[in-house]
Every structure is written in structure tokens, then in C-alpha cells.
């Protein structure tokens, strides 16, 4: 079944890898370039998974996954981070706010692939 | 500077109780500011407090120098992302007088310095810098690997295309990140090299080296692509397929010069199925009229999608080849043809002759959907004057649905004629507004008697409603007031339909006629008397007296209350005596409502009089001054405010 995913990322070349690589697993896509923008977007859509950068400008991801997870308390929507920040303290740090795994940048295309079949098959 | 890694609740804290001395510090940093001011800001851009480090960010902006770059550059490897941000911000503005410090540190032992570095050059250096990150593509880490590539693509750096190819398996992260990279450099020799990727049959390679071609402008880049049609999954077929028609839109030339479209017309039709208003553009465009037109039925086919904007543009293509042919398919399929089609259809009507436009709109009044015969009764309304298009609208004047009739009959009023005369009559019999008012209209313009006759035969055949709506419309038409059936009507034995009459004639300037309405002011009904007291009360003075005085000493509440409401817009000292009978009232409303008019007619000193009135009354004065003159205040207040 098809399912939506929210990618956020401030570089447009994450965001056209990571949506070809949901497409290709035939989910739909639907982006934004930083977390203000994807916030916004969660007040119309309703996504089945969020992929998310961390070091954007504006608003970071940690900051995103904070406020999502308190906005929407109640949907246990599954949040993965991907970012090349891969010190301990700020992988932690993404656990703790509510992030469901995390992904070190660059990867290769099917670790995503397998990261997104595995939280879309925990939340149904 | 040695990093900090500040933790975010730790700096709540701060924004709570800003440092004021700090600030003060920073304030006058930026006021003497100068590039040896710098170390000092940069020590206050990693300060805990936001408010400090905004103002830092402020100062830092406004001395760009290399100098000052290079002592920000190693505050990349922060791990506090707000500060590391600010840093990347201020370098990004810095532009040019950061280039040469972040190359520098593309062979700093830290791999984030170097991959923030190359990110950085990526957005703002030039192509000059292809030679410094080429050797990074090697680099050990991948991760500064695949920023190298990324960092190519945005700079365009059409020499560094064969390193960019020797490099592209050096890490299976690499391929995605040199496949874009690649189709930025927008070279033929990329362009080879990614349609040399699709035979590695990966799926998700090939998806993207499609999506980056769909920017090229080598015909034969789309050739060799359409020679992959075999290798990939045939779900992939359409998406090649519109990456070739857009490399044929990018070159601007006639598309069937490359390409013989009959050959892929599956492929083609698959694609014009599509909802995606871009994907659909690109492949219709590349088609050529002669395609078009020997695949007339089949195109035409599409006009059931529900999709505005295809809709629009495939009408908008095919009007223009064979119109006879569209108008004889939408003619045998207008119920077929989904309604964001048909709608497209009346938005093209501009463009067309008056024969095309009364064709389309006789074939659109018989669609399903109400918002398009409506919308055909609409235009129709411009040519109304033809009888070709009069005859559409006489049609749809029969409707079953009422916003479609309500058009129609507004429409044929716009040219009223003798011909037309029935309709309007017609018109007459319904029981909505707008279309009885239209055709009272039309009426008064060519045979006011008309409306009489229809007002008699309304009153025999004792339909209330009918008359009661009629009579309403009228008082906006005094020329057409029913004045043979004047007194049947204000006689009539429905209240209703006798106050209607007031209305009716209350702009007909008739001596007989205003006896008739003043004769209402002592009729049986109150609701008759209240509204024939409003409409004498808005003519002449004298006439507006008389009907004050005769309401003040009606019987009903209502009609008195009204009445001296009245006497706030006149001051006719005449009706005091007519006022005090009143304060014996036993409606509190009217008692307090005749105390304030007998204070606003007689003034400040009447309020003596009023007061010795009511003690003889046997009522307690201040009782009902007091909220006689609160209420008083609150009108003025509420006036005031309006």
C-alpha cells in the first residue's frame, strides 16, 4: 500500500536521492527544505514517516523532532535522521528527543530502503 | 578557538537573564566596529546566550574579509548545530573573501572540516575551483568523497566530468550523489556515461539518471536513451519516455526530426494518461500536428479525465486542427466528457467565432453538471440578442435546476422583445425572486398592463404566496403598480397580501392611493397598521405627523413603540400631549421609551413635568427615569460608536 513520507533536507540533492528512493519502493514523496517549511506541511498532510536532516538552517532537525513529537504526541509517526553529524553526543541526542533511528550521510540507496520497510512494517 | 558543545536547555537559563554587561560589550564592539574587532565577536558568536550570539552574528556580517573567514572556518566542527549554522551563514554571506580559507582546509585531518568546506565552495565558489576538490574524490572518507562529487555538480564543472566518471564507483555511496552531479555538468560526455549507468539495470540509478536528463539539450542523448527501452522494467518505459520528450522541448526544434513518435505511440498514450499537468506538457508538446490528427479519437478519448489544466491544453492544441472534428465528438460524447473538460470548453470560447460559440454552448446545455448550463446561460447571456442563442436560453428557462432557470430567465432580460413576452409571463409563475423581479422588469419595459392582468388572475385564483412576492417586487416598479385592483387589494381578506399592498403602491404617487394606505393605519390586523405607519412615516412632514399621532394611539405595543421611536426623527411639539397617555401604559417598554421621547421633545426642563406625571400616576419616578435615561445613554453610546 502506498504510503507518504515527508523528507527534509536544505540540500536539493538529498531530497531528490532520498525521494527516488522511496518512489522506487512505490511510496509518495513530499518534501521540504527545512524544518519550519515541514512543520507546515504537518498541519495539511498526513505522513506515514519522516526522513530527516539535521544541520538545516532556520529551524534543525532536533529541533523539528522536538516539536513534532509534541504536537503529535498521539501518532507515533516514525522519525529517521540522516545526517553526516556522526559524533556519540549528537547521535544520542536524537534518540532522546524522539528520533526512531539514525542514519550516518552518505549511504547507500537499499540501507534506506531497508531502514523505511522496517518502520513502516513496526507502525502498521 | 577550542569548540563548545553547549546543551539546549542549558541556554534557556540565559535567555531568561541576558547578560546586560555582555551586551553592553558587543553593542560597543559593533559601534567601533573593524576587522580586528573580530576575535572578540567570534568569542561572543559560541556564547550560551542566543540574544549574544545574534548580535555577534550581526557584527561578524559586517566586516566580510578572508582574514576574518579563516578565524571563523574552524567553528565548523562545533557540535552545537545552531552555532555551526550561524558560521555556515556568515560564510555563505562572506561569498569570495571565504573561498580561499575553506580551500585551505580541504586537506584538514578533520573530515567534517573538510566536507563543510567543500560543501561550502560548492555553493560559493566557481568552476575555477574544479582542480582543489577533484583529489577529494579519492579522499578516504566517503563521506568527503560525495561531498567532493556534490560540490562539482553545483559548481558545473564540466572538466572535472572524467574525474567525476573515474570516481563514481570508488564508494557505493558515491553513485546517487555523481549521477546528479554528472547531469549538472551538462556535457555529452556525462550524458553518455549516464545512459551507460542504465545498463547496470539498478533501479534507483535509473531513475535518477532519467530525472537529471530531463535538463539536457543533446538530441542524441535522448536517441541512445530510447536504445535502453529494452533493459529497463517496463513501468520504468514512461518515465524514459518523457525524459526524451523533454531533452526534444529543451532543443526547441521540431521533435519528429529525431524522433518517429509512431513508433513509441503506446509509450506516448500512456504517458497523455497521466494526472501530472509537467510530465503530460512535456510529451504533448513534442507532438506534431500530423500526429495529432491521426490520432484525433483517441486524444479526444482524454477529455474524460478529470484534469482542468490537460483538459485546457489539449482543447486549446486540437480547436486549432480540426475544430469540426472536436465539436462532432464533444457533440455525440458531452456526457462522457468529464466536467473539468466541458469546463475547459467554455473557458476557449473567447477564442472561438460566434458559430463555433453558439455550436459548443447548444451541445454544453445538455451536460449533466448544473455549473455548466449555468455557465452556458451566463455566456449565453453576452450574444442574447441573436435568436440562435435565444433559443438555447429559452430552453434552459425550463431547467429543473433552479440556479440554471435563474440564469436563463436573467439572461433573456438583459434584449427583452414583444416575442419574449410569454417567457416573462412565464417567469411570473415561479416562486424565486430574482427571475420574478428580472421579469417584472422586462414586463415594465415592453407591457406594464401585463402585470395588472397577471395581479388579477393571481387574486382570483387566490394564490397568496405568488401575489404576496409580486406585490413585494412592484413597490420598485411604481409605473407598473396594480392600481384598477388598489382596492381588492387593500381589502383582501390576507393580511399579508395587504401589507405586500402597501409596499406595492407606497411609491405611487396617487392621491387616492395614499388615502388607501392611512385607511391601513385602522386596519384589523396590527402587523397591516405597523407597516402602513413605516411607510407614511418616511413621506412628506405633514403626512408623517398625522401618522404618528394616529399610531401613538393605536392599541398595539408594537405600533406605538415604533411610533414614538418616531418621534426621536421629528420634533413635533404637537405630539407631547399624545406622549403622556403612554406613561399610564402597562407595557414597561413603551412607558420607558415614552419618557425618553417626552424628555428629548421637551428637554431638560420637561424632566420635572414627566416626573410629576408619573407620581400622580402612583409610580415610583425615579424608577423609571433612571432606566429611561441609562437606555438613553447606552443609544447614544452604541450611535456614537457606530
Known amino acids: 500500500m502506498e504510503k507518504v513520507i515527508l523528507v527534509v533536507d536544505d540540500s536539493p540533492t538529498t531530497r531528490k ?23 507546515s506541511l504537518l498541519e495539511n498532510t498526513c505522513v506515514d514517516m519522516i526522513i530527516t536532516n539535521l544541520n538545516m538552517p532556520h529551524y534543525n532537525g532536533y529541533q523539528l523532532i522536538d516539536a513534532i513529537r509534541k504536537e503529535y504526541k498521539d501518532q507515533q509517526i516514525p522519525i529517521l535522521i540522516m545526517s553526516s553529524e556522526d559524533h556519540f553526543d549528537q547521535i544520542q541526542k536524537g534518540y532522546r528527543l524522539g528520533a526512531d533511528a539514525y542514519l550516518i550521510k552518505p549511504f547507500v540507496p537499499e540501507v534506506l530502503q531497508n531502514e523505511i520497510r522496517k518502520w513502516l512494517q513496526k507502525s502498521e | 578557538m577550542g569548540s563548545k558543545h553547549h546543551d539546549e536547555s542549558s541556554l534557556s537559563g540565559y535567555r531568561q537573564a541576558p547578560d546586560q554587561d555582555k551586551r553592553a560589550k ?65 560564510l555563505s554571506r562572506y561569498g569570495k573573501e571565504a573561498v580561499r580559507g575553506l580551500a585551505a582546509y580541504l586537506s584538514h585531518p578533520d573530515k567534517q572540516l573538510r566536507k563543510l568546506s567543500l560543501d561550502l565552495l560548492g555553493k560559493i565558489g566557481d568552476s575555477a575551483q574544479w582542480e582543489q576538490i577533484v583529489p577529494l574524490l579519492a579522499d578516504s572518507e566517503p563521506m568527503v568523497a560525495v561531498a567532493a562529487a556534490e560540490a562539482l555538480g553545483h559548481l558545473r564543472a564540466a572538466e572535472a566530468v572524467p574525474a567525476l566518471i573515474r570516481y563514481f564507483d570508488i564508494y557505493p555511496e558515491m553513485p546517487p550523489v555523481a549521477i546528479i552531479a554528472l547531469g549538472r555538468c551538462r556535457s555529452l560526455e556525462a550524458e553518455r556515461f549516464l545512459v551507460e549507468v542504465i545498463h547496470r539495470r539498478n533501479n534507483i540509478l535509473t531513475m535518477l539518471v532519467l530525472d537529471v536528463l530531463e535538463s539536457s539539450h543533446h538530441p542524441e542523448t535522448a536517441q541512445s536513451l530510447l536504445q535502453t527501452l529494452p533493459l529497463i522494467p517496463e513501468r520504468f518505459h514512461p518515465r524514459l519516455m518523457k525524459t526524451v520528450c523533454c531533452i526534444l522541448k529543451n532543443m526547441k526544434k521540431p521533435a519528429e526530426t529525431y524522433l518517429d513518435f509512431e513508433s513509441y505511440e503506446k509509450l506516448v498514450f500512456q504517458l497523455l494518461q497521466t494526472d501530472r499537468i509537467e510530465t503530460f506538457q512535456a510529451v504533448f508538446h513534442c507532438l506534431s500536428d500530423s500526429f495529432l490528427l491521426a490520432h484525433f479519437p483517441e486524444l479526444l478519448k482524454l477529455l474524460k479525465k478529470p484534469n482542468a489544466e490537460i483538459s485546457l491544453i489539449l482543447l486549446s492544441r486540437l480547436k486549432t486542427i480540426n475544430i469540426e472534428r472536436l465539436l462532432e465528438y464533444i457533440q455525440a460524447n458531452v456526457e462522457e466528457i468529464s466536467v473539468d473538460s466541458q469546463r475547459a470548453l467554455m473557458h476557449l470560447l473567447d477564442e472561438c467565432d460566434p458559430a463555433c460559440i453558439q455550436q459548443l454552448l447548444k451541445i454544453l446545455s445538455g451536460s449533466k453538471e448544473p455549473t455548466i448550463r449555468t455557465m452556458v446561460a451566463q455566456t449565453a447571456a453576452v450574444y442574447s440578442d441573436h435568436s440562435a442563442f435565444e433559443s438555447i436560453l429559452l430552453r434552459l428557462t425550463n431547467d429543473p435546476e433552479p440556479s440554471v432557470k435563474k440564469a436563463a430567465y436573467l439572461a433573456l432580460c438583459e434584449h427583452p422583445h414583444q416575442a419574449l413576452l410569454p417567457v416573462f409571463i412565464q417567469g411570473l409563475q415561479t416562486l424565486d425572486f430574482a427571475i420574478c423581479d428580472a421579469c417584472i422588469h422586462a414586463l415594465s419595459i415592453l407591457q406594464p398592463d401585463i402585470i395588472q392582468e397577471e395581479v388579477q388572475k393571481l387574486m382570483a385564483d387566490g ?21 384598477k385592483h388598489a382596492v381588492d387589494l387593500f381589502n383582501h381578506p390576507d393580511a399579508t397580501i395587504r401589507k405586500a399592498a402597501i409596499y406595492a403602491f407606497s411609491n405611487v404617487d396617487d392621491f387616492h392611493i395614499q388615502k388607501l394606505i392611512e385607511q391601513k393605519q385602522k386596519d384589523s390586523e396590527p402587523d397591516v397598521r405597523l407597516h402602513a405607519f413605516y411607510v407614511l412615516a418616511q413621506g412628506p412632514p405633514e403626512r408623517a405627523l398625522a401618522a404618528i399621532t394616529q399610531a401613538l394611539k393605536d392599541e398595539n405595543y408594537e405600533v406605538q413603540l415604533a411610533a414614538i421611536e418616531a418621534t426621536r426623527f421629528f420634533h413635533f411639539n404637537e405630539l407631547v400631549p399624545y406622549l403622556y397617555p403612554l406613561l399610564e401604559s402597562s407595557d414597561r417598554r413603551v412607558q420607558v421609551k415614552a419618557v425618553q421621547a417626552l424628555i428629548h421633545l421637551l428637554g431638560e426642563l420637561g424632566k420635572d413635568e414627566v416626573e410629576r406625571h408619573l407620581a400622580e400616576m402612583g409610580e415610583e419616578p425615579n424608577t423609571i427615569l433612571s432606566i429611561a435615561m441609562q437606555e438613553n445613554e447606552e443609544d447614544i453610546l452604541t450611535n456614537e460608536t457606530v
Open chain 2, 26 to 90: 558587543i553593542q560597543e564592539l559593533i559601534r567601533t566596529l573593524s576587522p580586528d574587532r573580530a576575535p572578540h565577536l567570534i568569542q561572543y558568536l559560541v556564547d550560551p546566550d542566543e540574544n549574544i550570539r545574534a548580535e555577534a552574528f550581526y557584527g561578524l556580517s559586517l566586516i566580510p574579509s578572508a582574514e576574518v573567514a579563516s578565524q571563523l572556518i574552524p567553528l565548523l566542527s562545533q557540535h552545537d548545530l545552531q552555532i555551526k549554522n550561524l558560521v555556515i551563514e556568515l
Open chain 2, 463 to 483: 394564490q397568496v404566496e405568488r401575489l404576496n412576492l409580486i406585490l413585494t417586487i412592484l413597490s420598485r416598479y411604481p409605473q407598473c403598480a396594480p392600481q
Open chain 1, 17 to 39: 536521492i532520498v525521494s527516488m528512493i522511496v518512489e522506487e519502493m512505490g511510496h509518495r514523496v513530499v518534501t521540504a527544505s527545512d524544518g519550519f517549511e515541514a512543520i
